[in-house]
């Protein structure tokens, strides 16, 4: 059964760093790229980005640029998120996703359960 | 402010057929632009992609289409279950993708 499985729910304070993963299981893990999608509560999702997961080069959305790191552990299927210092404004659901059978058609349909951050002081 | 602009609400009685636009210049530039339907507190799960094509297993009753820079889905034969919140999406180049603010589908 393929499956991408997120960490769980983070509460954090403003300025501390954030790692959320995403274990991919039941297909190849490098055939396919990895994207990041956040969904302020209330809004529509927003693409973060997206990385290769066979040489792990990543490719971020404009407005989140600078302030975010994908990667990977290739030998565990599993994709990292990375916020090093978080503001209130990163509060969010952030998602996992892949194309599989869809392949190459910017859109997505394998997506991981969601993981909630929280920050706040 | 999202890329693409979606009405908030729709509403349709069960059996009816009710139609959801989506409307940005990305939609006119590439055939890029799928559907997502989220129940609350669930992933979104993709519906459309490629303006008109359905990943297996979702009904026949949704169908997209489009018309310069606005697309549409639609959704025939209204069942309790497709009430949920549907977000349009499409290829923005450069790698960059956008969605829609999303449309609260409530069925009366």
């Known amino acids: 059964q393929v499956r991408l499985v997120q960490s769980g729910s983070e509460l954090k304070k403003p300025g501390a760093s954030l790692r959320v993963s995403c274990k991919a299981s039941g297909y190849i893990f490098t055939s396919y790229a990895m994207n990041w999608v956040r969904q302020v509560p209330g809004q529509g999702p927003e693409w973060m980005g997206w990385?290769?997961?066979?040489?792990?080069?990543?490719a971020y959305a404009r407005a989140f640029s600078g302030r975010i790191v994908f990667s990977l552990d290739t030998s565990a299927s599993t994709a990292y998120l990375q916020i090093p210092s978080l503001t209130t404004e990163d509060t969010a659901v952030y998602y996992c996703?892949?194309?599989?059978?869809?392949?190459?058609?910017?859109?997505?349909?394998?997506w991981g359960q969601g993981t909630m951050v929280t920050v706040s002081s | 402010q999202s890329a693409l602009t979606q009405p908030p609400s729709a509403s349709g009685s069960p059996g009816q057929s009710v139609t959801i636009s989506c409307t940005g210049t990305?939609?006119?530039?590439?055939?890029?632009v799928s559907w997502y339907q989220q129940h609350p507190g669930r992933a979104p799960k993709l519906m459309v992609y490629?303006?008109?094509q359905r990943p297996s297993g979702v009904p026949d009753r949704f169908s997209g289409s489009k018309s310069g820079n606005t697309a549409s889905l639609t959704v025939s034969g209204l069942q309790a279950g497709d009430e949920a919140t549907y977000y349009c999406s499409s290829y923005a180049g450069k790698t960059n993708i956008v969605f829609g603010g999303g449309t609260k589908l409530t069925v009366l």
């Open positions: 990305s939609v006119g530039d590439y055939n890029y």
């Open positions: 996703t892949t194309d599989m059978a869809v392949a190459g058609r910017k859109a997505f349909d394998m």
């Open positions: 990385i290769s997961t066979d040489d792990a080069r990543p």
């Open positions: 490629e303006v008109t």
